[in-house]
């Protein structure tokens, strides 16, 4: 079974830029996660979505990042514009079902990096 | 809001050789707690969890984790690690309504 398929691995853009991350779940995992995971830091939730609804997007800057899950299964986070400090690695995760005591399983990340 | 403390973010400890990382927990009211692995160049992944029942949880390739309420602890430890348990490990946190929360990380290092 394919695991959390994430695209691209790395970006490297200058600042001003935008940017955008893809990610495909595991097949049946109604609720996906995007994180992001600075140098030396765990990582730190940015959107959780139950199928196709954001049910948890507190921690999403939303003057300048957004995220999509239209049909409920793969999703798209946008930054634009991108800066400086943006440059982190942002991990997609999905579960099956809402509770918080599932296991996330992770993709391997998209390592942005911005000039 | 629940926060989790990994004190140590690197250890590095010889090959066979015990290790034990620390993860302490703000909040215990109803909460999970879980260590995920992430070996280099790949994804965080599920190492073990505690949800309920005994306090000692196990996972397959020989680590293990004590709940401690009264101490709110939930260190990770292993008997006599090898080469291959080299990665970065992430003590996380979930409490009632709350996000799934982690720790900073402890990387570990073993040394042939």
């Known amino acids: 079974e394919a695991g959390v398929v994430q695209s691209p691995r790395y970006k490297i853009i200058e600042k001003k830029q935008p940017v955008a991350f893809w990610c495909n779940p595991i097949?049946?995992?109604?609720?996906l996660y995007w994180y992001l995971q600075n140098l030396g830091q765990g990582p730190e939730l940015l959107i959780r979505?139950?199928?196709?609804?954001?049910?948890?997007d507190s921690q999403l800057p939303k003057d300048r990042f957004s995220a999509e899950r239209l049909k409920g299964v793969d999703s798209t986070l946008k930054i634009q514009p991108a800066e400086l400090g943006d440059s982190a690695v942002y991990l997609c995760?999905?579960?099956?079902?809402?509770?918080?005591?599932?296991?996330?399983?992770f993709g391997e990340g998209s390592r942005l990096t911005v000039l | 809001a629940q926060s989790v403390t990994q004190l140590d973010s690197q250890v590095p400890v010889f090959e066979e050789a015990p290790v034990e990382l620390r993860c302490n927990y703000s909040?215990?009211?109803?909460?999970?707690l879980f260590w995920y692995v992430q070996y280099p160049n790949q994804g965080l992944q599920l190492l073990l969890k505690?949800?309920?029942?005994?306090?000692l949880v196990e996972s397959i390739n020989g680590f293990e984790a004590e709940f401690n309420k009264s101490q709110t602890s939930f260190h990770l430890r292993k008997p006599s690690v090898h080469i291959s348990d080299t990665a970065e490990y992430f003590c996380?946190?979930?409490?009632?309504?709350?996000?799934?929360?982690f720790g900073k990380g402890t990387r570990l290092s073993v040394i042939a």
């Open positions: 979505y139950e199928n196709e609804e954001a049910v948890d």
């Open positions: 505690y949800l309920s029942g005994s306090t």
């Open positions: 996380a946190a979930y409490s009632g309504n709350t996000p799934l929360v």
């Open positions: 995760a999905s579960s099956i079902g809402t509770s918080g005591t599932g296991e996330l399983f």
């Open positions: 097949s049946g995992h109604n609720t």
């Open positions: 909040s215990s009211v109803s909460v999970y």
